[in-house]
């Protein structure tokens, strides 16, 4: 009697001692599912930004700086500014503000330098040109972007980036009080779209957090430059 019932005894010693690691296993496929779900949502925010919306006569756009390379605008920087020039000759934005700081990578110009000195090369005018020579991220842009046009009296203000930026592109200004504003953005011929939307998503990711800390007043608006 007293074999028999340690017998019955050691199935739940057994199952005492696996059930942190039965823990464990399931708090890790939580993870994993939501870390699925919320790469999937931040990809539909992403690709769900709408580019065929007509975009309305403005004041000024705001073009969000990109990577130099020699101290002339890399192709992805470039297709924005071809986007911007397109705008700019349609009549759409009377001038442009050009927004990006010196870079890391051992540039002399500051993006919106390189910007500036492409479009003057393409037939823009330097008095509808705008620099914001400070700005090292978009929230710096936007924000930097937003002191020059209340300075200039430009209200009405246009966005211009790509669209994997653009929806994160529009929460930051939202945030910042831009008001009553467009985004508008171009596809890239150029940049890798699986590497370019991952990165995005870290980015995006990140922003979200900050977001999150600042409505909790954890976290201050200068800690953001």
Same mark, same amino acid.
């Given at each position: 009697?007293?074999?028999?019932?340690?017998?019955?005894?050691?199935?739940?010693?057994?199952?005492?001692?696996?059930?942190?690691? !039965?823990?464990?296993?399931?708090?890790?496929?939580?993870?994993?599912?939501?870390?699925?779900?919320?790469?999937?949502?931040?990809?539909?925010?992403?690709?769900?930004?709408?580019? *065929?919306?007509?975009?309305?006569?403005?004041?000024?756009?705001?073009?969000?700086?990109?990577?130099?390379?020699?101290?002339?605008?890399?192709?992805?920087? #470039?297709?924005?500014?071809?986007?911007?020039?397109?705008?700019?000759?349609?009549?759409?934005?009377? #001038?442009?503000? !050009?927004?990006?700081?010196?870079?890391?990578?051992?540039?002399?110009?500051?993006?919106?330098?390189?910007?500036?000195?492409?479009?003057?090369?393409?037939?823009?005018?330097?008095?509808?040109?705008?620099?914001?020579?400070?700005?090292?991220?978009?929230?710096?842009?936007?924000?930097?972007?937003?002191?020059?046009?209340?300075?200039?009296?430009?209200?009405?203000?246009?966005?211009?980036?790509?669209?994997?930026?653009?929806?994160?592109? #529009?929460? %930051?200004?939202?945030?910042?009080?831009?008001?009553?504003?467009?985004?508008?953005?171009?596809?890239? #011929?150029?940049?890798?779209?699986?590497?370019?939307?991952?990165?995005?998503?870290?980015?995006?990711?990140?922003?979200?957090?900050? !977001?999150?800390?600042? *409505?909790?007043?954890?976290?201050?608006?200068?800690? %953001?430059?």
């Amino acid at each position: 009697m007293i074999a028999a019932s340690k017998r019955r005894s050691s199935p739940r010693k057994r199952t005492k001692k696996a059930r942190p690691w !039965l823990l464990l296993f399931r708090a890790a496929a939580w993870l994993i599912c939501a870390g699925v779900f919320w790469f999937g949502y931040l990809l539909w925010l992403i690709n769900g930004f709408d580019t *065929t919306k007509p975009i309305a006569k403005a004041d000024a756009g705001i073009v969000l700086g990109a990577a130099l390379w020699n101290d002339v605008p890399s192709p992805a920087l #470039k297709e924005r500014l071809d986007f911007a020039y397109e705008l700019i000759t349609l009549g759409k934005v009377d #001038k442009l503000i !050009l927004s990006g700081g010196l870079g890391a990578n051992g540039a002399t110009k500051t993006e919106a330098e390189g910007m500036r000195d492409y479009l003057i090369a393409k037939g823009i005018t330097e008095d509808k040109l705008l620099l914001e020579n400070a700005s090292t991220s978009t929230y710096e842009n936007l924000l930097n972007s937003r002191k020059i046009a209340e300075d200039g009296k430009l209200k009405e203000l246009v966005i211009i980036t790509h669209d994997y930026h653009a929806a994160r592109a #529009k929460e %930051m200004a939202g945030q910042l009080d831009y008001g009553d504003f467009q985004v508008a953005a171009t596809k890239s #011929k150029v940049l890798n779209p699986v590497f370019n939307e991952a990165r995005e998503v870290l980015a995006f990711t990140k922003w979200k957090l900050d !977001l999150a800390l600042l *409505t909790l007043g954890a976290r201050s608006p200068d800690s %953001m430059l």
